[in-house]
C-alpha cells in the first residue's frame, strides 16, 4: 500500500516538468520539420539543384555539432531553466534572420538563419534529452521520450502543414511561369514569393520570446543520473569517457537514425514532385510521416516496459526499417511515397530506446555522454545531402542515356533511397549486440 502511495506522489511531482519539457519537444517539433516544406519552396526561390536544396537540413542539424559540448558547458553554468530559455531566445533570433534573408533572396542568409536556430534548439535538446531520461526510473525512459516524441511530432505535422500551405501553394503554377517569362518578371515572381516567408517567421519569433521569459519561472526540479555502480576491490572505476564502447556505437547509431528520420520527414515532399504529383497535393506528405510516427509513439507508451522492453523495440524497428527500404525502392508512384511515409512507423522507437540503452551505467559521465549523443543529430546534416548527391548523379547519368526529364527524376529520387540500408543495419547491430558491449553482465 504504502509502495503504490509513493508511487502516486512520484507520479505527481514529476507531471508538471514532464507537460513542460513536453511543450518543448513541442516547440522544435514545430521548428524542425517545417524543412520539409522549406527544401522545395528554397530549391525554387534560389534555382538550386536537389544535393543545395537538403543543405536547409545540413544548416539545421549541423549546429548540433558546433553547439553540443559548448551547451553542455552553458547548461552545467547557468542550469537547465536558464538554459532553456536562453535556447528559446536564440531560437527567436534565427527566425528575425528571415527577415533580411527574404529582402535580399539570397540563400546562405537563409541557412544562417536556420543555422541559428539549430543552436538554440541545441540547447533545449541538450537540457531536455537526459532531463527527461532521469526523471523517473531507467526502465520506463522509453515510454516518458515516446510521450516527448508524440508531442514533438504532432508539432512536426502541424508545421508542415501550416507551411507547406504558405509557401508551397501555387508552386507549380510559378514554376511553369518562370519558365516562359523573361529576366525582370522571373526576378519579380521569385522576390514575390520569398517575402511570403516574413510574416510567419516574424510571428514564430514573437512566440518564441514569450516561451523564453515564461519558462524562467517553469517549476523544474533537480535531478541528477544515478551513480556508477563501485566496482569489485581491487578494479579501479571507470575514469574516463572512452571506457564505454556500448556508448560510442549508440552515438553512431543515433547519427545513421537521425539521418534516417531526416529523409523519411524532409524529401518526401520533394519525392512526390519528382514522381509527378503537385506541390498543392504533396505539401501533405511530411504529415503522412509524422503522423504514423504518432500512432506508433503512442503503442510504445502503452507497451513499454510492462508488454515489450526498450531493446526488441530497437530491434523491430530495424528490421521493419530493412524492409521498408526494400519496399520504397522496388514501387513506384503513390505507392512507392506511402512506404516512405510508413518508415515513421520503422523509427518512432529508435531515438526513445537508443537514449536510455547508451546512457544506461554512465553515473558521472552522463551529462558528456548527453553532449556527444546531441552531436550526434548531425546525421540529420550529412546524409540527406548524400540522399540529394545521388539522385543528382543517377539523374544525370539517366539524362545522358536518352531518358526524359520526368523519368530520370522520378527514377533517381526513388533510387537514392537505397542509402537507408546500411543505416537500418547499424541500428540492428546495436539492437541485438553494440548496447552490451563494455557493461557487466
Known amino acids: 500500500m504504502s509502495s503504490t502511495k509513493q508511487q502516486l506522489n512520484s507520479n505527481k511531482s514529476t507531471f ?18 517545417i524543412n520539409g516544406a522549406l527544401i522545395p519552396f528554397m530549391k525554387t526561390i534560389n534555382e538550386l539543384t536537389s544535393a543545395q536544396s537538403f543543405l536547409v537540413a545540413s544548416a539545421s542539424y549541423i549546429s548540433f555539432v558546433v553547439m553540443a559540448l559548448p551547451a553542455s558547458y552553458i547548461l552545467n ?5 536558464k538554459g532553456m530559455s536562453l535556447g528559446l531566445f536564440v531560437m527567436a533570433l534565427g527566425a528575425l534572420v528571415f527577415i533580411p534573408a527574404a529582402e535580399a533572396r539570397t540563400y546562405w542568409v537563409f541557412l544562417t538563419g536556420i543555422f541559428i536556430q539549430g543552436m538554440g534548439m541545441t540547447l533545449l535538446q541538450t537540457a531536455s534529452n537526459p532531463y527527461i531520461t532521469i526523471l523517473g526510473p531507467i526502465d520506463s525512459a522509453a515510454k516518458r521520450i515516446a510521450i516527448m516524441g508524440i508531442a514533438n511530432k504532432v508539432a512536426g505535422a502541424l508545421g508542415s ?6 509557401l ?67 578494479k579501479t572505476t571507470k575514469t574516463s569517457i572512452f571506457q564505454f564502447p556500448h556508448l560510442w556505437l549508440g552515438v553512431l ?20 514532385i519528382s514522381l509527378g504529383i503537385s506541390g498543392d497535393e504533396a505539401k501533405y506528405f511530411t504529415t503522412f510521416t509524422l503522423m504514423a ?5 503512442g503503442l510504445g507508451v502503452f507497451l513499454i516496459p510492462k508488454y515489450m522492453s526498450q531493446t526488441f523495440a530497437l530491434k523491430a524497428s530495424a528490421v521493419l526499417g530493412i524492409i521498408l527500404t526494400f519496399c520504397i525502392v522496388f514501387t513506384t508512384g503513390f505507392v512507392s511515397i506511402l512506404f516512405v511515409a510508413a518508415l515513421g512507423i520503422a523509427n518512432a522507437l529508435v531515438w526513445p530506446a537508443v537514449w536510455p540503452l547508451t546512457l544506461k551505467g554512465l553515473g558521472k559521465f552522463t551529462k558528456t555522454a548527453s553532449a556527444l549523443l ?50 537500418y543495419i547499424i541500428i540492428l547491430y546495436y539492437a541485438i549486440a553494440g548496447h552490451k558491449l563494455g557493461l557487466k553482465k
Open 16 to 33: 508538471i516538468p514532464i507537460l513542460i519539457i513536453a511543450g518543448l519537444f513541442f516547440i522544435f517539433g514545430f521548428v524542425t520539420w
Open 77 to 81: 553554468k547557468i542550469g537547465y531553466r
Open 161 to 166: 502543414l501550416i507551411f507547406g500551405a504558405i
Open 168 to 234: 508551397l501553394s501555387g508552386i507549380d503554377e510559378i514554376k511553369e511561369k518562370l519558365s516562359v517569362v523573361d529576366a525582370t518578371e522571373k526576378t519579380q515572381l521569385l522576390n514575390t514569393m520569398a517575402d511570403s516567408v516574413v510574416m510567419p517567421y516574424i510571428i514564430m519569433a514573437a512566440v518564441l520570446l514569450v516561451l523564453a521569459i515564461l519558462i524562467r519561472k517553469a517549476p523544474l526540479p533537480h535531478v541528477e543520473a544515478e551513480p556508477i555502480e563501485e566496482v569489485t576491490e581491487g
Open 253 to 272: 547509431t543515433l547519427f545513421v537514425y537521425v539521418g534516417a528520420e531526416v529523409i523519411a520527414g524532409d524529401t518526401i515532399i520533394a519525392y512526390g
Open 293 to 297: 510516427m504518432v500512432a506508433t509513439y
Open 374 to 423: 546531441i552531436m550526434a543529430i548531425s546525421g540529420g546534416a550529412i546524409i540527406p545531402p548524400l540522399y540529394g548527391r545521388f539522385v543528382d548523379s543517377n539523374k544525370m547519368e539517366l539524362l545522358s542515356q536518352g531518358f526524359s526529364e520526368a523519368a530520370a527524376s522520378a527514377q533517381s529520387a526513388t533510387s537514392g533511397y537505397w542509402i537507408l540500408l546500411p543505416c
